[in-house]
């Protein structure tokens, strides 16, 4: 049976994300991004689900970070979550008792305004998850008075909703993905992303210029792009790129290949059905007929066909 | 005299950071970035200084979404400050009592390699700031039995270094910015950078591309790029750019304009001597010098003289 | 009263171009292209009118070089003149009879299919100019049958049409320019051309990448490019720019001004209304009104309004 | 044995590069370039030799569109003449004599200053070729006076050098290929040119900046572009593009098979060694080892080997 690990404990999102994308499977809860990932490249899980990037927070810097410089594994599936937040009480207790909030940075944040508002001397604690923060609430003797978490994470520990929909935006959506280790990526479908890492060979003016042109040339949109310290000083950064297309595309692996010679170096993430269904615009000249086609005439000039 | 904010308690980076820009100036502890940004605002303080990027982390959300989109404020200075991190504990404690840490979540990152050798069985548990954590221990009673943070916040609240120099790398940095209510920035010394923030009118293919020629064929050089969700969904980015040279500057003026024309909105966030002095190269033709001749010699033209 | 010189004798298309751009103008015929644009350097006359290309033949070599070496004359109007040409023999003459055709080179290669198969045994002998050619024939004791030129030539020299619009296309066309001494050029009318020569600082690889890229980033449409050997050896050349816009215009204006910072030299030919009378497809963000708003931006950020 | 056409009649330049080109071949002079070709077309020489640009006058129409369009020939090899040209008589006239002087109009134009200097009063005729003008002279009661053309025509013709080195320039070049029926081209040497027509499939703002991004990105750099009309009206042009490399290298083969998929049309014209023997400057990342190392990565990714 098929076995998934997951940034846990359960009742977090990624558990909900997990739900979706693998209802079978077997659900392993890790105590953080890492290990949630250690566990799918040690093969004690077949895979791992863990958030990506937040349309309110961005990218998530442990998960980018993972994928950019551990032992590699691939993306082989994303999916929108809608995030509604909760705030979780032991029962009993009312929105007049919270002296304490915890939950994790990201829920904070995103949480900040409702705060404010409805709880302004209440201390804010920072925890590892959302559901580790409900865990936390629900042990005898916690210092913490309330959770902001998912509502199933309440379900889960046995705490009350003492508010719901408690974000500052209603639209507030993660994007999760589902790795798994090296192996050929998923069927090409017509609505798919392709994720990769670049380093830059030498950080010249221009670098990060020279890199778009190797995608805009041969007609493949990025849709994210997101830059991230390699760690020796400040003004040295490496860059995640998501973009339109399957790696099995012509114009995706030439441009990928492209970038795989003016760069230090290039760590494939993964081809895989985009979560939004969306069909790539394919500008003329740039479809896999046209790559066939300019292949064929290149290679009879070549032998003098003309 | 001179007022300044900081990401407080007492002991953090920020402080460090603080006393080097302006040792003369008092320093007002806030609770974090944006309460430091709001006394700048509100006149509680003449100035604030935060973190804006960290040479592992990357850049600081909060202090980046801060200044995207809460009352301007200008940065008029920058200094990088080396981070070394030790771990504090209450006296009579040895490393072999540890069994909860606590630190702000990037110094647990950075400290991953050690905790791991040295407290394997320790459970991190995060705070608001290294300070604050170090604060935190020191109370009497406190469930936490040592710290990650600055040395001098060992020193600030009575705690005693178990180790020094934890970090698994030895060369991080952060950059800290001052930051001002808006005035005519410092002037021009020949070693500046530039800040902005820009949003995209539409999120077309292409659009970073164009935003970036506007600095390439004004012979800009940048420096950082980041990207931050607009907050409307996943796939939706606005960018924040660090560039050499001063806004007043011709190419720079010419560049920022351009993608003032450009972009939905480009927010301003100030012109000031780069911390490590260092200056641009100036490409052929773009040199004040050269705008000035141009000009005249389009005027010149304009008026038919050939 | 207004004198023009043209591109005699009379009877050329030049004389027809200049009747259609000046019917009121004396006519002062030249021996040549040059001597026509010497006769307006020197004040013989106001202004000239040449031929600048032609949709078969492409630039007019001599014009191109004459107005990118020589002492400097603005253009100040163009005009797409129809070209049909007919073959002209002196009264009595049949089409059996012809053995030795003359006219300017450019006539020839524009008739050579009608040359063939009409005329197949017949000797093609080149004329300074059309006109010219069909005066030539009419000399008594003339060696040659025919002329090929413009029906007007021969009514003008006393010669029969044998055959008219003998041109292998049926739609040619000749875009001439009325160029005058350096002043200031025609109001803007909203459909405006400009032109200008672009002399390379050096031969590097991109330099042509760099020139279009100062128009493309300022939204400025090419219409006309042309390369011409600088004269110093094979492999150095410099450019003829037609685009659309006006000088006055503020895109025009910083884009020639970028041109003229990177290049050796940049040679204006002028601003003038278009003969096609089309409007330019104005970009999003380049508008005059564009321009200004970013200039007062730009004031505003740099005095530290933000 | 080897039989090569040329641009007739004997004593041209054309009739000097191949000597220097093919010292063994028989030669066949050709009335014009048009001959010169279809005489390699029909198998009736094996292939031909004309004049392609010349640093003064540009590029040679005839030629270029010949190429372009006709049936198709390749270039299989380039020469660099200088031009010098005499001033040729019948035996017994001087200078003083001279009232008629006959050449190609190039020469003439190229010999401008000597004329106006030395024959101030003459008149200037055209001829088809210069060594047609020293023919034209030598004829007994030729109207003619004089010929401008290579001295080796008035060697051919029985004419006398009144002058030498007449020309404005000492240091004309004009540039010559030998073509041949389609076969395939001879082997790479390591400094080779390309050549290639280019049309456009509609001719949109930036297009031109789209092909020569084709070129850039993969790091082949152009040495001549020349735009011509494609006869359809003013403001129609395809492009001539001569390059490094070898159509056998990958980044040119890359280039070339991009141009050809965003292109209405691309027809080869050749790969050759340069008359210059320079080598190639190739920018990192896109040497043949590049691509070959990209290729293969490429293929382990996309089977999932990361």
């Known amino acids: ?20 994308l693998a209802p079978e499977a077997e659900r392993l809860p890790s105590a953080n991004v890492g290990a949630a990932l250690d566990a799918a490249r040690r093969g004690e899980a077949d895979g791992a689900v863990v958030p990506l990037e937040n349309s309110i927070e961005g990218g998530i810097a442990t998960t980018l970070d993972e994928l950019a410089r551990s032992e590699p594994l691939l993306i082989t599936a994303e999916l929108l979550l809608p995030v509604e937040f909760s705030l979780l009480a032991r029962p009993g207790k009312e929105i007049g008792d919270i002296k304490r909030v915890i939950s994790h940075p990201a829920a904070l944040t995103q949480c900040r305004g409702y705060i404010a508002r409805e709880l302004p001397d209440a201390v804010a604690v920072s925890a590892p998850s959302t559901a580790g923060a409900a865990q936390e609430v629900a042990l005898p003797g916690s ?8 509502r199933i994470a309440g379900e889960h520990y046995g705490l009350v909703e003492l508010a719901g929909g408690i974000g500052d935006r209603s639209d507030t959506v993660t994007r999760f993905v589902r790795l798994s280790r090296p192996a050929p990526p998923p069927a090409p479908t017509g609505s798919d992303r392709t994720s990769l890492v670049a380093f830059l060979s030498d950080d010249h003016p221009g670098a990060l210029l020279e890199m778009l042109t190797e995608f805009s040339v041969r007609g493949v949109n990025l849709t994210r792009i997101e830059s991230r310290p390699t760690g020796d000083g400040i003004g040295r950064y490496f860059f995640h790129f998501d973009f339109e297309g399957h790696i099995a ?5 030439e441009a990928v290949s492209g970038l795989h010679r003016v760069c ?10 985009r979560a939004d269904g969306l069909a790539p615009q394919i500008r003329r000249g740039t479809a896999d007929a046209d790559f066939d086609e300019a292949s064929g005439w290149l290679a009879r000039i070549r032998g003098g066909q003309v």
Request: charged fraction near 25%.
């Open 1 to 20: 049976m098929l076995k998934l690990a997951y940034l846990g404990p359960e009742g977090t999102f990624a558990e909900e994300a997990l739900r979706i």
């Open 143 to 150: 210092p913490y008075d309330a959770a902001i978490a998912a």
């Open 264 to 273: 230090e170096g290039v760590r494939f993430l993964g081809s895989y059905p």
């Open 249 to 253: 595309d012509a114009r995706v692996g």
